[in-house]
């Protein structure tokens, strides 16, 4: 439960301070040109508010709402999801959004992105400036990569050290590398010492590299037992530190990674169960370890040991830490005014990766892969880490510039759309068909939202 708060503590830190910052940039635009801001919230407030406040001789009242789904900047004279009418049925006033030339228009709408875009750079620059950027080389990864069936086709072996492809070598292991090898049509890793090449097709599918069990390639790690945590299962089986297991349920394994691949057909098999016996069967589980290198064998199991119901399909969790290879880590320090075009570099990085993934939402595999607050909130450590913290909230504001920006009707990339066909065209979009336009966008939003958090609770109930 304490994790679960501080991971909801977190991501509504980092949302209320992007909200802010997205609709404080609306609020300074509006302000330089004179159009008047009726209201400033953070959450929306249908119905009531939570706290409202207006100071003297202002016009914008202050507030925060109760639906934490965002917030808003109510700029007079605009079709916006406040849909106000009456106010759009009176003449234009001077100081109204609909009376200022559409330049100034533009720059209030791109107001927000332009904030939480800069911010993301900003943050970027900061925490290389204070913690610097300390990674891991893949041709630093002492006992190689771990591969898929799929990879192995292609030529890869278990123990390959991945060093770069044809697009250049590889920084550390991450998402960058899965998409060089996406594309790459060749691949250089390190066998026994020396470089090899690897045809590659050029083509491969990003997502299922990712999605796919065992994953396309993982760091390789030895399935040995470097620590048990008091209580779980490891102790109550006898597990120690320095156990190397060897087998599970007879299953000879090389790596903690096929450990990992065999437990979870064994969680597949506890949700699958159909009866109380079958949940029973499953959770007996046997391991051979070896126990002090070169030392005899020793079996062990789970039998007895775990207590099931037709309600309780939980995945089975032993409870011990692997022994992690000792790789050297590369720490590079930024200077204050060298972390600015560092920190620019790494956020157009993280920019450009996005942009580009966003083609495999439009799949069946990339629609589940969608995400709602479970997802976003599950991103967070589950221990205070104010050097995470900052990069989570500095992504976040860049995916929310760029959700922002997409030319859909009630974002602010529908408006820019909109006032870009009016600045081509001379000619206004009708106040009507503006919002017809609204109404259409909140629900595509709405629908958006819908499927995010149902596969939220859906992977929470292991369906997909």
């Not at 998402?175 to 996406?182: Q, Y």
Request: hydrophobic fraction near 45%; charged fraction near 20%; aromatic fraction near 14%.
């Amino acid at each position: 439960m304490e994790i679960f708060l501080l991971k909801v503590l977190q991501f509504m830190m980092a949302i209320s301070l992007l909200v802010l910052l997205h609709e404080g940039g609306h609020f300074f635009f509006s302000k330089l040109f004179g159009v008047r801001v009726e209201k400033f919230y953070l959450f929306f407030d249908p119905w009531f508010h939570l706290f409202e406040f207006k100071p003297k001789n202002s016009e914008t009242r202050y507030g925060i709402g109760w639906l934490p789904l965002g917030g808003y900047c109510k700029i007079s004279g605009m079709i916006d999801e406040s849909f106000d009418k009456e106010q759009m049925a009176k003449p234009a006033e001077s100081w109204e959004f609909r009376s200022k030339p559409a330049w100034q228009r533009l720059f209030i709408m791109i107001g927000g992105v332009l904030v939480n875009f800069l911010l993301a750079l900003f943050i970027y620059a900061m925490c290389l400036f204070t913690w610097g950027d300390d990674y891991v080389k893949t041709k630093d990864m002492k006992l190689g990569m771990k591969f898929s069936q799929e990879a192995k086709a292609l030529g890869f072996r278990d123990g390959d050290i991945l060093v770069g492809t044809d697009q250049g070598e590889f920084k550390s292991f991450g998402a960058d590398m899965f998409r060089d090898l996406a594309t790459a049509r060749q691949a250089y890793v390190l066998r026994g010492g020396k470089q090899m090449t690897v045809e590659m097709p050029g083509d491969l599918d990003l997502l299922q590299m990712f999605k796919s069990v065992p994953p396309f390639v993982a760091p390789l790690v030895e399935a040995r037992v470097d620590s048990v945590v008091p209580g779980m299962l490891a102790e109550h089986m006898g597990m120690r530190k320095g156990d190397r297991i060897v087998a599970v349920n007879g299953k000879t394994i090389a790596s903690f990674n096929d450990f990992n691949f065999e437990v979870g057909r064994v969680s597949d098999m506890l949700a699958g169960a159909k009866t109380h016996a079958d949940s029973v069967k499953a959770l007996s589980v046997s391991l051979i370890l070896e126990r002090n290198a070169g030392g005899k064998l020793c079996t062990i199991k789970t039998k007895g040991m775990l207590k099931t119901s037709d309600n309780e399909k939980e995945n089975l969790k032993f409870g011990f830490t692997p022994t992690m290879p000792d790789n050297k880590v590369t720490h590079v320090s930024y200077g204050f005014f060298e972390s600015f075009p560092a920190g620019i570099k790494y956020g157009c990085n993280i920019l450009s990766g996005y942009v580009g993934d966003m083609k495999y939402l439009f799949s069946a595999d990339g629609a589940k892969s969608l995400g709602g607050f479970g997802a976003i909130g599950s991103m967070f450590p589950d221990t205070w880490n104010w050097h995470r913290f900052w990069l989570l909230t500095a992504f976040l504001s860049i995916i929310l510039a760029f959700m922002n920006i997409l030319p859909i009707p009630a974002l602010d990339g529908g408006h820019v759309l909109f006032l870009l066909y009016e600045m081509i065209t001379r000619r206004k979009p009708s106040e009507n068909f503006m919002i017809w336009a609204e109404y259409i966008g909140i629900g595509l939003l709405m629908l958006l939202m819908l499927v995010a958090n149902l596969n939220d609770v859906l992977r929470w109930l292991h369906i997909i």
